[in-house]
């Protein structure tokens, strides 16, 4: 069992940078690849980006690409996300997800373990 906690949202301007973070309980975190969604109300949610369990691979959407980073400290049981030159398009509930496969994170929205959420609003 893995819950997850996000953290790091707020209300930004255009071309502003935030870092989100999302906690994880349990000693198993570390066995995780990871993820990061967003969702905007009346729409399904969508990948954002991914990370295997020992970092060696990363995967972003295109429209965040060269934009967004992830990363994690598996020490710390914390996934990020470093989201620069921030657009007004990026507002929406940021999820972060952890699936034992990487592929089930990168290409499906059925991770089995899911965080509650951290509203990202970007003004113009």
């Known amino acids: 069992q893995v819950q997850l906690v996000e953290s790091g949202g707020g209300s930004v301007q255009a071309g502003d940078s935030l870092r989100l973070s999302c906690v994880g309980s349990?000693?198993?975190?570390?066995?995780?690849?990871m993820g990061w969604f967003r969702q905007v109300s009346g729409k399904e949610r969508e990948f954002v980006s991914a990370?295997?369990?020992?970092?060696?691979?990363?995967f972003y959407a295109d429209s965040v690409k060269g934009r967004f980073t992830i990363s994690r400290d598996n020490a710390k049981n914390t996934v990020y996300l470093e989201m620069n030159s921030l657009k007004p398009e990026d507002t929406a509930v940021y999820y972060c997800?952890?699936?034992?496969?990487?592929?089930?994170?990168?290409?499906?929205?059925?991770?089995?373990?899911w965080g509650q959420g951290t509203q990202v609003t970007v003004s113009s």
């Open positions: 990370i295997t369990w020992n970092s060696g691979n990363t």
């Open positions: 349990g000693r198993t975190f570390s066995v995780y690849a």
């Open positions: 997800a952890a699936d034992s496969d990487i592929f089930v994170v990168v290409s499906t929205t059925r991770a089995r373990y």
